[in-house]
């Protein structure tokens, strides 16, 4: 009896034990799961504030979650974010307006399984070697119309996942999920898909934002780093953008949102696709930037009737990572792309030409609006979709190319409006200082550059370009473009470095 007993003791201690070792196991399998979770965040959101929730493991190895959060960099002063439909101007800021939320996520790389058996004891992957990542988003959604990418996307609509998807429209800044179905789009939830792939220290990135019966955008980037690294760590490493590409598959938005802002407008279809194609040329000349007559044809085509466009190609000197967000902002990056346009039976290269940026004071509502307040109140009149540029472009007054800087340049702001008319900054009742952009000034310039462009280096963040609203002995108040609208910021002597006069 005793020898039977003894025999049941050592089963239920390794019953015990085994119990024990599975939990240790899954403790560090949860552990490592959350690591890769969280550094592929870091990866595609380039170390923005995010967290997933109800991380796990999928049969195959892949990692899950749920309940994904972006936080939204916030001003230290108040932020002014665009609103859909009437409600542009009264908009105020709330936590939804600074987060964007995808239902779940799903983390795959090489192996399943077989990685984190590789890693076991690596807790942080900080040697984990990740040539290949893909990270796919299902369920997003926002209520600030800025696109999950925050920038790379370009000009992508962050629910129809079309480019420039409410220009021409006057009382839309841009598009939340309701208004696709009051548009007649079906109501299929939004997907965002990054696949990155390393060899050899060249970098590929495909990144997908699809929204089906509405649009599909497609962006494309090459890129090279000094040596092969993981892919894990590719957020702290520098690049150089060889080419970037930008596909868009229209699946029936064009229409839908030309019939819709017609509507609302009291204007026929073709009117409104003329209004369209008027804003964004207003758009392109905020950043000095004016398309040949080709390029703006095919996306007069593009706009009327949907289809596929595409526009991208290599760049004759390659976009450091540190400068690849501020020249796409401020259009320069184009200037420095041979690139070229895709639609229907066109293949052509486009060919830009750069002019002096003319700012528009958009207030955070519809570029068409704000068109229609520099004009005096009254829209501005418009042609056939398929002329020649219109008016607002025609009126450009400076007839040769201007030479920007490409480390320092920023997209233009408009200054505060003024009681009768807007104002910009060009216009600003302020002397013209004698210093030419690039020009460093110390804290006691500032009050005389009120109105321009500067780039802003203080103690506590990272460098910021923005318009220069006013300053004083003690602090200096700056207005900076956010997608979707602008952000004020106050910034103290005490923590002011330098700046650099931009514009």
């Not at 800021?93 to 779940?104: G, I, P, V």
């Not at 003329?274 to 964004?280: F, G, N």
């Not at 009737?305 to 526009?311: D, E, K, P, V």
């Not at 233009?412 to 000034?441: D, F, H, I």
């Amino acid at each position: 009896m005793s020898s039977v007993a003894s025999r049941g003791g050592r089963g239920r201690w390794v019953v015990v034990g085994l119990l024990v070792g599975l939990g240790a196991l899954a403790m560090l399998a949860h552990r490592q799961a959350n690591v890769l979770a969280q550094r592929a965040l870091n990866v595609v959101f380039s170390n923005a504030d995010a967290e997933a929730h109800g991380v796990w493991f999928a049969w195959n190895g892949d990692v899950v979650a749920k309940d994904v959060v972006l936080y939204l960099e916030g001003p230290t002063l108040s932020a002014e974010p665009a609103a859909s439909g009437a409600d542009a101007a009264t908009a105020t800021a709330s936590s939804d307006t600074n987060t964007l939320r995808f239902a779940h996520m799903r983390v795959r790389t090489p192996g399943g399984w077989t990685f984190f058996l590789r890693n076991v004891l690596d807790r942080q992957l900080e040697d984990a070697q990740v040539d290949a990542l893909r990270v796919s988003f299902e369920g997003f959604d926002t209520a600030t119309g800025v696109e999950p990418t925050r920038g790379a996307l370009g000009p992508i609509g962050a629910m129809s996942s079309s480019p420039f998807e409410t220009e021409g429209c006057l009382h839309h800044a841009f598009f939340v999920r309701d208004e696709l179905a009051e548009m007649g789009l079906p109501g299929t939830a939004t997907s965002l898909d990054f696949d990155l792939r390393e060899a050899a220290g060249h970098v590929t990135t495909r990144v997908v934002l699809d929204t089906p019966g509405a649009s599909r955008a497609q962006y494309d980037r090459e890129e090279t780093l000094v040596k092969s690294e993981s892919l894990l760590k590719l957020p702290q490493l520098a690049t150089a953008t060889h080419s970037e590409r930008w596909d868009v598959s229209d699946q029936g938005f064009v229409r839908a949102r030309n019939a819709f802002c017609a509507k609302q407008d009291g204007v026929d279809p073709q009117t409104f696709v003329a209004r369209h194609l008027a804003s964004v040329q207003r758009l392109l000349e905020t950043r000095g930037l004016v398309p040949d007559a080709q390029t703006i044809a095919a996306y007069a085509d593009f706009a009327e009737h949907g289809g596929q466009f595409a526009f991208g190609g290599p760049y004759a000197t390659p976009l450091h990572s540190s400068e690849r967000a501020g020249v796409h902002l401020n259009g320069s990056a184009w200037l420095r792309m041979q690139g070229r346009i895709e639609h229907g039976s066109t293949r052509a290269d486009v060919q830009w030409r750069g002019t002096k940026p003319r700012a528009l004071d958009a207030q955070g509502g519809a570029t068409f609006a704000a068109m229609t307040r520099e004009n005096g109140g009254i829209p501005p009149a418009m042609g056939a979709p398929s002329t020649a540029p219109v008016q607002a472009t025609a009126e450009v007054a400076t007839p040769a190319p201007v030479a920007v800087p490409v480390a320092n340049v920023v997209p233009a702001v408009a200054a505060p409006a003024a009681p009768q008319r807007p104002q910009y900054a060009s216009s600003l009742p302020t002397a013209q200082p004698a210093m030419s952009p690039g020009g460093r000034l110390v804290w006691e310039d500032l009050p005389r550059y009120q109105g321009r462009m500067v780039q802003v280096f203080t103690m506590h963040a990272e460098p910021r370009t923005a318009m220069l609203v006013s300053a004083d002995g003690r602090e200096a108040r700056v207005r900076a473009r956010m997608e979707g609208g602008h952000a004020d910021y106050r910034i103290s002597r005490d923590s002011f470095v330098r700046a650099l006069l931009i514009q």
